[in-house]
């Protein structure tokens, strides 16, 4: 069974302060692993696709990265407007899966000036 | 581009009655949508999937004959909660996955459902 770990759970910065959120995961044969962003209320927004070990993304102060085992999310600098619930997701390649995300709990982000 | 929307936003109704929401995609033809639904500080837990023109795959535990789901084009997808009760007052979430969008799903807003 696929499983995602997300760690921390919270996170809290200074305003410029850098760090980086955590995914672990387990999945048969990975299709993909998604990166969400998701404000209290809302829905998830879609902000990254990684496929392979090695891969990264960047998107103004965010940067996600994979291995293997786990994938980072490093957010540079941020300011007030980056606080929200981060989701990691991923997508196996077994076709009994069909399209399915499986996601983990997510890290809700804080970011105070 | 990959906009989904949901509708209504937020819905009140009483035990015992039905409610409909629904999710489209606005600008691509979704293939394959999926219902979720959230609760408080919790991560997204998926209903079912279900593909145009055919029957939903309801997930382990979910009751389908509670929870409608019906596909009918490619950019319509509605969810059904029958003879509601106050515990499946939740957040639901549609998402859609596309031709030519690789494999990411893009979500609807979301829809607060209370059951008085």
């Known amino acids: 069974e696929d499983q995602v770990t997300q760690s921390p759970e919270a996170l809290r910065l200074q305003e410029g302060e850098s760090s980086s959120l955590n995914c672990s995961y387990t999945v048969s044969g990975l299709r993909g692993l998604f990166w969400y962003r998701q404000d209290p209320g809302k829905g998830p927004e879609f902000l990254f696709t990684l496929y392979s070990a090695g891969e990264e993304k960047e998107k103004e102060r965010l940067k996600a990265t994979l291995t293997k085992k786990e994938s980072f999310l490093h957010i540079t600098a941020p300011k007030p407007e980056d606080s929200a619930t981060y989701l990691c997701a991923v997508s196996s390649m077994i076709k009994a899966a069909g399209n399915k995300l ?9 970011v105070k000036p | ?35 979720y639904r959230q609760f408080p500080k919790q991560s997204l837990m998926l209903m079912a999937t279900s593909n145009e023109g055919s029957k939903a795959t309801y997930e382990q535990g979910v009751e389908k004959d509670k929870f409608l789901i019906n596909h009918a084009s490619l950019t319509l997808s509605t969810l059904t909660v029958t003879s509601a009760h106050p515990e499946d007052s939740s957040f639901y979430i549609c998402s859609a996955k596309g031709l030519g969008l690789a494999y990411e799903q893009y979500f609807g807003p979301g829809t607060r459902l209370t059951v008085t």
């Open chain 1, 102 to 110: 499986t996601f983990g709990g997510g890290t809700r982000v804080l």
């Open chain 2, 1 to 35: 581009g990959a906009v989904v929307s949901q509708h209504p936003s937020r819905v009140i109704c009483k035990s015992g009655t039905s409610v409909k929401i629904e999710c489209r995609s606005l600008d691509f033809q979704a293939t394959t949508m999926f219902w």
